[in-house]
């Protein structure tokens, strides 16, 4: 777990423009997606980045694979600096990163069959003869529990699960150093959810990966991550170890995200809501972001922007509030 | 709204500007000009004459220069001399492009009538028997070319009923009321019975995938009769896509009306268009054709209007990047 | 195949203070088949169950198992060429699933309301949210639509919108999620249904959103006294709410008792290990590494090729041969406990 840094990411910001008309008669908006995240995912860890709709927490995930360019900030990933690469060399870095999506289905191409989709990175980046490849799709396929049987088939005959479970092989063809795994098991059902967590937590133990693991699911990161990092409104705001986060939260956020997942069993009617909604990203408050809805806000919060700190000096765990717990 | 209806109409503005030097461009790269006409015409003409008309009339000059000389008489309202028919270019298109409007309107009227209230019906119905005639029907109206449908009408109603009259629409403002009637009949048929069918197919389609929405199941859910389901909840919805293919087809609309005004002999601009190409008749040419550009952006600005009050995410998606 | 449960409307319910004759909805025998090319899809498939006045019923399962089907059904709301092919479900002394059209019409809305998973597309994107959630008092009160907007603005304050007067006149897109699904409520009871089916209704919001709605369902049932069929996927979100819980599989109840003792004495496999697998927080204990969740293998069979036995059987770690003989049928398990399974201890 403490192992050296995989991948970190500095000052990363990503600002969206909104376009308007032809002639960009009147200023466009702009959508501040992600504000300023830093952080660092230690070779063989699980990082899970959560957060609500909206936090930003997908487009951290693109940026670091580079999808979306990042507006500022730099991305260095197994020591080199993501942001400054073009074409063949972002190329030949990404062979190093598996991607996995929330919707299996959407994210396979429909015309290709499961051993080609599951080759596919490895035709991307042109390793070993179309006879190796296949070899190697009959092999993750028998890891990830895909019947040799049905690799000509096609992912529409295919459950959401099993595609999920496709789309891990495809992700892990290359030998990838680390995987992003982007609400991987959200629109499962509960006991296809497990299956593919209990996969992906075998894959990493077997191959050694470092995942970088994002979920609105505050019960799927508790089960998975090693650390965790809460995002709102673009920043994070809480850092640190899983049983840290989860169990001695800091931040007021963290503790109103964590009261408000439902138990099973026990809690019935219990009212503890609170009453306001998460920003807008186009128009952020001023200061501390989560002032408006903070049971704990004071004048300085809605004037300054708290830095990531650790509360207290010492610990692991790093905030970004004027006044944690 | 007002805003949104600005803008769009400045960004017509610009379109039109840039489509006038387009066209001027274009007309000025056609070989031979109007001088050329003459000395073919004129055999006494020398070219030392010829010269001459050439400094006269400027066109001796570079184009750019031409243009925009054109550019400021125009913005002034002087479109200059039709030399084809020897009249100001304006006074020529006036009544000619009433005559067009009408044709158009009425037949866009009709066809959205018969076209939705088909497309509705046949959505309400589905896989009916009613609902397959429709579908036919249509696919015959689409597929039927427009001079094709026109001289079959003539053939019926003017030749063998004898009926209706086949051509020659009175051009002055003497005529009757009634008469003019008689003779738009059959334009207005050909050009609605053509483009009705398409209107029917978008309208079947936009109702069925509007009325397999949720909120048509929430309605429903409310208790609201069929009536209201439809009508209150599903009509205006389905209208919104139907709206933008209904402006995308109105360039096709003025084609076909220009092709059923020489079908019928019906004194229109799409005989004014042919006329002044044919002579080499610059300015008639530049405006007719500038017409029928703006005909066009009209009819997307009059969707565009449509559709920012069917949809209240349009007009209010522009008033917010004002602020 | 249809299974009329003669044990269905556990009467005795003491818990909920209910008596036999006081069910608000009766349940029995339920049956939805969808024709498909591959042949008919009994996608309810002899469901029977009850509901008290004021008591919220959980119906929990995954995609597919019938839960939202069912509700629909209820309600005549089942999209073409979907069917009741058998049962009843009796409401207020008549039988819903043989009412003419225009009468269960006037039910709909008025005395039975039904809230769905997706708030934005539930609402009519062109029209007022006003308008919208006063048409039900349109419909089935008669009020004329300007009063029905100024009632909209009432139910709006009442289900914790601020500024409502504002926010009649606005359209679905600029509300937030959140707001949207409380006006999908306020719609829901405008009319001050009996019963409210919520499918769904929290799935598609934010966890903090999704507590504050749960909350507001809870707090309007408690004060208007409606009965509630709560139907999610989502075990702890139903634990949160219902009185009684009904777990669905494969179009059949394999289980249904009240929410303390489902959770804490799951009697069939299913439930066991649904409950089980669920990622919940705080069950890896402190200071582990990520291991690995207890897991149901494989999935769903078709129900269409499905054999006579129990439909769980083939994922199922008890299974015998006679769960693959013949379908187990419900049978008391406990107090108000009922359970579909061979194996199950009573």
């Known amino acids: 777990m403490n192992g050296a840094a995989l991948l970190s990411v500095e000052g990363l910001v990503k600002h969206f423009p909104v376009q308007r008309s032809l002639f960009r008669l009147g200023r466009g908006t702009v959508v501040r997606a992600v504000n300023g995240v830093s952080f660092e995912l230690r070779t063989g860890e699980t990082l899970a980045l959560v957060g609500e709709t909206g936090c930003g927490k997908t487009t951290v995930a693109r940026a670091v694979a580079m999808l979306y360019r990042p507006t500022t900030g730099r991305v260095r990933f197994r020591g080199q600096d993501m942001t400054r690469l073009r074409r063949r060399g972002l190329k030949a870095a990404r062979r190093h990163i598996g991607l996995i999506f929330q919707d299996p289905l959407s994210s396979l191409n429909p015309r290709l069959s499961v051993a080609r989709l599951i080759a596919e990175p490895l035709a991307i980046h042109g390793i070993g003869s179309s006879r190796q490849r296949r070899e190697r799709a009959f092999e993750l396929a028998a890891a990830v529990g895909i019947a040799i049987g049905d690799l000509d088939r096609h992912p529409h005959a295919f459950s959401g699960g099993q595609c999920q479970r496709i789309a891990i092989a495809r992700a892990l063809a290359s030998d990838p150093a680390l995987v992003i795994a982007d609400e991987p098991v959200s629109s499962l059902d509960a006991s296809i959810q497990s299956q593919v967590l209990n996969l992906l937590i075998d894959m990493k133990e077997r191959r050694g990966l470092s995942y970088l693991f994002i979920t609105h699911d505050i019960a799927v990161a508790d089960a998975i991550a090693d650390r965790v990092a809460v995002m709102y409104a673009g920043r994070i705001v809480e850092f640190g170890g899983r049983d840290e986060v989860f169990h001695h939260p800091v931040h007021p956020y963290t503790r109103a995200l964590l009261d408000a997942v439902p138990q099973l069993g026990g809690d019935r009617g219990k009212a503890r809501s609170e009453p306001t909604e998460p920003p807008s990203a186009t128009s952020s408050p001023s200061g501390c972001p989560y002032h408006p809805r903070c049971p704990k806000a004071q004048a300085l919060c809605k004037e300054t922007m708290p830095d990531l700190t650790s509360p207290g000096g010492g610990g692991a765990t790093l905030a970004a509030c004027h006044f944690p717990d | 709204m007002t805003r949104f209806a600005v803008t769009r109409a400045i960004e017509g503005l610009i379109v039109l500007l840039v489509m006038s030097f387009v066209v001027y461009g274009l007309i000025g790269l056609m070989p031979g000009d109007p001088i050329d006409l003459m000395i073919a015409s004129n055999p006494k003409l020398t070219s030392a004459d010829a010269q001459r008309l050439r400094a006269l009339y400027g066109l001796d000059r570079p184009i750019l220069e031409r243009y925009l000389n054109w550019l400021t008489a125009a913005l002034q309202g002087d479109f200059g001399y039709s030399r084809a028919f020897a009249r100001p270019v304006l006074e020529l298109i006036g009544p000619r492009l009433v005559n067009t409007l009408v044709l158009m309107v009425a037949s866009l009227t009709v066809a959205l009538i018969v076209g939705l209230a088909a497309g509705l019906y046949a959505a309400l119905h589905p896989r009916s028997l009613i609902d397959d005639l429709i579908g036919y029907l249509s696919f015959i109206s689409i597929s039927t070319p427009t001079f094709w449908l026109a001289l079959l009408l003539m053939m019926l109603f003017s030749v063998v009923l004898g009926v209706l009259p086949a051509s020659g629409m009175p051009v002055g403002a003497d005529t009757g009321l009634g008469e003019r009637l008689r003779h738009l009949i059959l334009p207005v048929a050909t050009l609605s019975l053509a483009s009705a069918g398409g209107y029917t197919r978008y309208m079947r389609a936009a109702m069925i995938e509007t009325l397999g929405q949720d909120f048509i199941r929430t309605a429903r859910a409310k208790g609201a009769s069929e009536m209201r389901v439809v009508l209150r909840h599903g009509l205006r919805n389905a209208l919104i896509p139907v709206i933008t293919v209904i402006a995308l087809d109105f360039g096709a609309l003025f084609s076909g009306a220009l092709i059923t005004e020489t079908m019928f002999a019906y004194p229109g601009m799409g005989k004014a268009i042919y006329d002044a190409i044919m002579a080499n008749d610059f300015n008639l040419a530049l405006v007719t054709l500038l017409f029928a550009t703006l005909t066009t952006l009209v009819g997307n600005f009059a969707a565009d209007l449509g559709y920012a009050w069917l949809d209240p995410r349009i007009s209010l998606a522009a008033g917010r990047a004002g602020t | ?346």
Request: glycine share 8%.
């Open chain 3, 1 to 346: 195949m249809t299974s009329l449960d003669p044990a269905a409307p556990t009467a005795e319910d003491e818990a909920v203070g209910a008596t036999g004759a006081g069910m608000l909805l009766e349940v029995q025998g339920l049956e939805v088949t969808f024709p498909t090319t591959r042949g008919p899809l009994k996608a309810v498939d002899g469901v029977s169950y009850s509901i008290a006045a004021g008591q919220t019923l959980g119906v929990v399962g995954e995609s597919g198992c019938g839960k939202s089907v069912a509700a629909l059904a209820i309600l005549g709301l089942l999209p073409p060429p979907g069917a009741v092919t058998a049962g009843q479900v009796l409401f207020a002394g008549a039988d819903l699933v043989r009412l003419d059209r225009g009468a269960l019409r006037r039910l709909r809305g008025d005395r039975l309301a039904m809230i769905f998973q997706d708030p934005l597309s539930a609402l009519n994107p062109v029209v007022p949210i006003g308008d919208q959630v006063g048409e039900t008092l349109v419909i089935h009160r008669q009020v004329a639509p300007s009063l029905a907007r100024k009632e909209a603005a009432a139910l709006l304050r009442r289900v914790g919108i601020s500024d409502p007067d504002r926010r009649i006149t606005e359209y679905p897109h600029q509300l937030s999620g959140g707001m949207r699904q409380r006006a999908v409520i306020a719609m829901a009871v405008a009319c001050r249904p009996a019963l409210l089916f919520a499918d769904e209704p929290t799935t598609a919001l934010d966890v903090t959103v999704q507590a504050q709605i749960l909350d507001l369902l809870d707090e309007l049932r408690a004060d208007t006294g409606m009965a509630m069929q709560f139907i999610s996927h989502n075990l702890a979100v139903v634990s949160r709410l219902a009185d009684e819980v009904v777990v669905m599989y494969a179009g059949r109840i394999v289980e249904r008792a009240p929410t303390n003792e489902l959770f804490r004495h799951p009697a069939h496999p299913y439930t066991q290990a649904l409950i089980d697998t669920v990622p919940v927080k705080g069950r890896r204990p402190l200071g582990s590494p990520p291991t690995k969740l207890a897991s149901i293998p494989g999935q769903v069979a078709d129900m269409r090729t499905a054999g006579p036995g129990c439909r769980f059987a083939a994922r199922c770690p008890q299974a015998a041969y006679d769960c693959r003989a013949a379908e187990p049928p419900l049978r008391e398990a406990g107090k108000n406990h009922w359970v579909a399974c061979f194996r199950a201890a009573t």
